[in-house]
């Protein structure tokens, strides 16, 4: 179940939704956004904490020692900053809300230590693709074949992807004029 939860990216999916929602809808009201975005990061959190219960489980049933790897505290330590982060965020942001002076200053070391926080889930997950196709390759896995391609080929994809959305999310917001004479096709 980990490993279901964890390499379809699931937990990963809603981060990067979360982030991006002042990107991608920038003219939607802010509280709703705002209530998107907390949300969103709350079950991306979930969805985290699933994973690490999971990757107990599966190791305790295994006869596998837990937290031995990097990966292993790594992620810990980022599911347990996200949820600083998510709890900071909500008193400060949204319930019951700090001072509006507050926030202003709060904001962008909230944008910062967010993507900070990101980037080590993407960490997190390049390590843990690396432990697996480890422990393929001692179990006489090819290390040039097809499964090792696939593995090495995704955290390629995980790292340009990764690297496009922090880019996207400091980006300056910019503003696309219509073209002279456009008007939209009218939706009946």
């Known amino acids: 179940m980990k490993n279901l939860i964890k ?3 699931f937990s990963d999916q809603f ?4 982030i991006m929602m002042y990107k991608i809808f920038p003219k939607l009201n802010h509280d709703t956004t705002k209530l998107i975005h907390l949300i969103l990061h709350a079950i991306a959190i979930v969805l985290g904490a699933v994973g690490i219960y ?3 489980k599966f190791h305790k049933e295994s006869g596998i020692a837990n937290l031995y790897s990097l990966h292993s505290w790594l992620g810990i330590g980022t599911i347990s900053l996200y949820g600083i982060q998510w709890v900071f965020g909500f008193v400060a942001f949204f319930y019951p809300g700090a001072d ?7 904001l962008p070391w909230h944008v910062l230590f967010g993507l900070l926080v990101y980037v080590l889930t993407l960490a997190t997950a390049e390590l843990g693709l690396l432990e697996k196709l480890t422990f ?27 690297a496009a959305v922090v880019t996207a999310a400091v980006a ?6 219509e073209p002279e004479g456009y008007a939209p096709i009218p939706v009946n």
């Open 172 to 177: 300056p917001a910019t503003h696309v004029e």
């Open 15 to 18: 981060i990067l939704a979360a």
């Open 54 to 56: 999971c990757a107990f």
């Open 100 to 106: 509006p002076h507050v926030r202003r200053g709060a």
């Open 7 to 9: 390499s379809a990216g």
């Open 136 to 162: 393929l390759q001692n179990s006489g896995l090819d290390k040039y074949g097809a499964e090792a391609f696939l593995v090495n080929f995704t955290g390629l994809v995980v790292a340009l992807f990764g």
